[in-house]
């Protein structure tokens, strides 16, 4: 059984080696996961290198992520070397959100933006309250500890709410919730980031970490993430994006393909789910395009910083 194991994965590995993933410079659509042919208009994807058509690629997606939910976590400290959490904290000091903020994570999956996103505010609060309590001159102790105990919000009136396409993904999301004693001021909440289950002009915050390379059709989600934001509202977005470094693309690319899928089955035992993964990356538009995409989907004063050398960018958006 093993030998058969480590035979299946050999075969895999040196079918690889034959997929364009040598190739130094990757072909890109311009509309990144978008691909419409001229004799087929918007009837044609991307699902990584393959070409399907829109309505199957949801279904694919689903798959992926249905099939990894478990391993998940465990697979980004592995093929990241932990650097997807620097990326996702970045993420939060960027937002840094004010008090009562109202977040919509979109593609929020097992709930990593969440739960840093509770982490700050709650920081924040209880910052808040020292240096109130540090203003005051000659409070009591029993006034210091009676602040301390009171039922006040500690989160200042700060909301997430996690929205996700994936059943799975919430699942695993919740139990995190629980096991790391995060109860108030979350809600999970299933759903399309094509066609969000939510009232126009209701969010502060939009946030989408590693999700909008999977949805089929990029542009809707971008309007929705707008008609969903509050006027002066912000989108940020987390996601692969291209690196401009010839030999550390070139090394990213041998890793990418040659290294993560071969993690993928070992840990998570997923080969296809991790190709997809890496395939998707080299689809997705480049920092100038994706902020042209932004900008069409009506955001204002759209900005990106790009982080380890490319390999992620955040973009930032406002709705005015
Ligand atoms: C299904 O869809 C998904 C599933 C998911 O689980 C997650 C997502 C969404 C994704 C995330 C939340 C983040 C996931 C993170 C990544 C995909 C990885 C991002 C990569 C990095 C931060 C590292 C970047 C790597 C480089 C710039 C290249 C450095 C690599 C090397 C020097 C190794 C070069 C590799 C080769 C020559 C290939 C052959 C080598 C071997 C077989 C030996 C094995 C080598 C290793 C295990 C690597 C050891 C590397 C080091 C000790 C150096 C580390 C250096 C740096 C990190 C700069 C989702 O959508
Ligand atoms: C790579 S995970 C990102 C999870 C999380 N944001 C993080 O940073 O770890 C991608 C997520 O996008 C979700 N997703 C894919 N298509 C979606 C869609 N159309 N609407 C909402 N979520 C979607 C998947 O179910 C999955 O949970």
């Not at 410079?25 to 393959?50: I, M, Y």
């Not at 505010?121 to 000659?138: I, M, S, T």
């Not at 699942?171 to 289950?197: F, S, Y």
């Not at 089955?265 to 480049?286: M, N, T």
Request: with cysteine; aromatic share 10%; net charge neutral.
């Amino acid at each position: 059984m093993a030998t058969h194991r480590s035979r299946a994965l050999w075969s895999r590995v040196m079918r690889s080696c034959r997929l364009p993933g040598f190739r130094s410079s990757w072909p890109r659509g311009p509309l990144g996961a978008r691909h419409v042919s001229q004799e087929k208009q918007a009837t044609e994807t991307h699902f990584g290198f393959e070409t399907v058509s829109e309505e199957e690629k949801g279904g694919k997606v689903y798959h992926v992520f249905e099939s990894v939910a478990k391993k998940y976590d465990v697979m980004n400290d592995m093929m990241s070397f932990g650097i997807h959490r620097i990326w996702k904290d970045l993420l939060l000091s960027k937002m840094h959100p004010f008090p009562g903020t109202q977040l919509l994570d979109v593609a929020g999956g097992t709930g990593d933006i969440a739960f840093r996103f509770l982490n700050y505010v709650h920081e924040q609060h209880k910052g808040k309250q020292k240096r109130q309590l540090r203003a005051q001159q000659n409070l009591s102790w029993e006034e210091i500890a009676k602040k301390y105990q009171s039922e006040e919000d500690p989160l200042g009136g700060s909301r997430v709410v996690v929205c996700d396409i994936n059943k799975e993904m919430l699942k695993i999301g919740k139990q995190k919730a629980r096991a790391q004693g995060h109860k108030a001021g979350l809600a999970w909440v299933l759903g399309d980031a094509e066609e969000l289950p939510f009232d126009d002009d209701k969010f502060d915050v939009y946030t989408i970490a590693f999700g909008i390379r999977n949805v089929t059709h990029i542009d809707q989600a971008l309007q929705e993430a707008h008609r969903v934001l509050k006027p002066g509202g912000r989108f940020l977005c987390l996601e692969f994006s291209q690196v401009n470094n010839p030999l550390i693309s070139r090394l990213y690319d041998l890793y990418s393909f040659q290294v993560i899928p071969v993690l993928g089955e070992v840990i998570a035992g997923d080969w296809k789910s991790y190709q997809y993964l890496v395939e998707s990356i080299r689809q997705f538009p480049s920092q100038e395009e994706f902020k042209e995409m932004i900008e069409d989907a009506g955001f204002e004063k759209v900005t990106y910083e790009s982080l380890t050398s490319g390999i992620v960018a955040i973009h930032s958006g406002f709705k005015l």
